[in-house]
């Protein structure tokens, strides 16, 4: 009973998330950067549901539209950092040797740097737009994927298959994407469905501490920024996008718990 309970709200959750995906621009009753000065920091209220924040903003269509972005740039980004490791591991694990102890130890350089630290710098550098922070997002979490596929195609290239595909004088690329990459979907998928919660909680902390993005755009974590300013009298500025970022993740990291049961069953 309590595992099924549990499995109902966190598929409400799920789909509270891919509500935010799909549907937040149809949903959102009002754009989420006009501001009305007549109805100042109010309360949830019927013609406001979320309230309004201190220029009189619907907090509503805000939360909507900085969950679109912070999941836009926490699928996307985790996918740009899934292409570079991908592209790193197939050429460590597949050609070996020099090769590999070459890459292996620039991989294992970047992954000494602390995602945070990168993260920031990199965005000072590139600048708070969206391609700043999806770089920044990137460069800063391609490691693990790039270690992972290593270590796969080195146990796959040994089997039969693929030296009968090399004895029968196959391509190196043709080996790589149509021989060994497809064994390697199930877990980069997993993979990237734990990651995809991390690369959110990390843009979310940028914003929070002033590093994220520039206005107007908005994330969560930006959002939860804007409501510290008068958390003691109207904590819901917060509290609402604080909770919204806390569902995106315990749902994503349910999936990747869900599709790591399944893949193990097979």
Known sequence: MKAQTK?????????????????????AFR????????????SPNLKHWFGTDVLGRDLLSRVFY??????????????????????FGLVTGYCGGWVDRFLRRWIDLFATFPPLLVAMLLTLILGRDLLGILISMSMTSWTPFARLVRAQVFKIKKF?????????????????????????????????????????????????????????????GSLTR???????????????PSFTVFSAVFA??????????????K
């Open 226 to 240: 804007e409501g510290l300013q008068t958390m003691h009298s109207y904590p819901h500025l917060t509290y609402i």
């Open 7 to 27: 499995k109902i709200a966190t598929g409400l959750l799920l789909g509270w998330v891919v509500v935010f995906i799909l549907f937040s621009s149809k949903i």
């Open 160 to 220: 039969p298959y693929i030296e009968g595909a090399t004895a029968i004088g196959c391509s190196p690329l043709r080996i790589l994407l149509f021989h060994i990459l497809p064994n390697l979907i199930n877990p980069l998928l997993l993979a990237m469905t734990f990651h995809i919660p991390n690369t959110i909680m990390l843009e979310s902390f940028l914003s929070f501490i002033g590093l994220g993005l520039s206005p107007p755009l908005v994330s969560l």
């Open 66 to 87: 900085g969950a679109q972005i912070s999941l836009f740039i926490g699928t996307l980004g985790t996918f740009l950092a899934l292409m570079i490791g991908l592209f």
């Open 252 to 265: 994503l990291n349910w999936l990747g718990n869900h599709l790591r049961n399944h893949f193990t069953r």
């Open 31 to 42: 754009s989420y950067e006009v501001q009305n000065l007549n109805h100042v920091l109010e």
